[in-house]
Each structure stands twice: as structure tokens, then as C-alpha cells.
């Protein structure tokens, strides 16, 4: 069974940092594609970053661009969101995503999300 679990949410003070790991199985990790996504609420569910198959490339959304970096492990099965510099605007559900290159986005696999929570 394909699964995707996020770990790592929690409360964090604004300034602070958080890992969020995005545990993957029953698919080959390696042929995917990973990002991350959040959910506001109240808002829609936006980009945040993603990563290709090898970790070779990044892209991140404008508002985390050099405090968010998105890696992987693809011998742990396993990728990373490393948050820094948190502001009460980054408190949503962080979810984890995998796309697979050439297919449409109604196929990608995702996680049911965790909580992250920025407030002083």
C-alpha cells in the first residue's frame, strides 16, 4: 500500500526552525518526484517546495525561498523539509506529495499532513 507520513509538526516560536521528514512507501521513491504542500485555514493548499527524482533540482514558492529547503533520501526513503526563520503565516497542515514525471497530477500520492503551528 502506497503511504506517505509527516512527522516533525508541532509548536515553534516565530524565528524558530523545524524538519519535517515524509516517510515513503509502497512505490519506487527514487521514480517520483517529491514536494511539499500546505493548507491555511481558510486558504487553499499552495506549493512549498519540490525536488526531483534524484535531488538534483529544487523549486520553492516565493515566500519560502531562503528560509525553507526541501531535500532527500532516497536510500531511506525519505524527504525532508527543513523550516527556518518560521513566521505565524507558515502555520498550516504541511503535506507531503509525490508526483510522478509525465503523469497528470490527479495520480500524485499524498499524506494525510501535519500540524505546524507558529505562535509566540
Known amino acids: 500500500q502506497v503511504q506517505l507520513v509527516e512527522s516533525g509538526g508541532g509548536l515553534v516560536q516565530p524565528g524558530g526552525s523545524l524538519r519535517l521528514p515524509c516517510a515513503a512507501s509502497?512505490?519506487?521513491?527514487?521514480?517520483?518526484?517529491m514536494g511539499w504542500y500546505r493548507r491555511a485555514p481558510g486558504k487553499e493548499r499552495e506549493l512549498v517546495a519540490t525536488?526531483?527524482?534524484?535531488?538534483?533540482?529544487?523549486n520553492y514558492a516565493d515566500s519560502m525561498k531562503g528560509r525553507f529547503t526541501i531535500s532527500r533520501d532516497n536510500a531511506k526513503y525519505t524527504v525532508y523539509l527543513q523550516m527556518n526563520s518560521l513566521k505565524p503565516e507558515d502555520t498550516a497542515v504541511y503535506y507531503c506529495?509525490?508526483?510522478?514525471?509525465?503523469?497528470?497530477?490527479?495520480?500524485?500520492?499524498w499524506g494525510q499532513g501535519t500540524q505546524v503551528t507558529v505562535s509566540s
Open positions: 506529495n509525490a508526483h510522478k514525471p509525465g503523469w497528470t497530477y490527479e495520480y500524485d500520492y
Open positions: 509502497g512505490f519506487t521513491f527514487s521514480s517520483y518526484d
Open positions: 525536488i526531483t527524482r534524484t535531488g538534483g533540482s529544487t
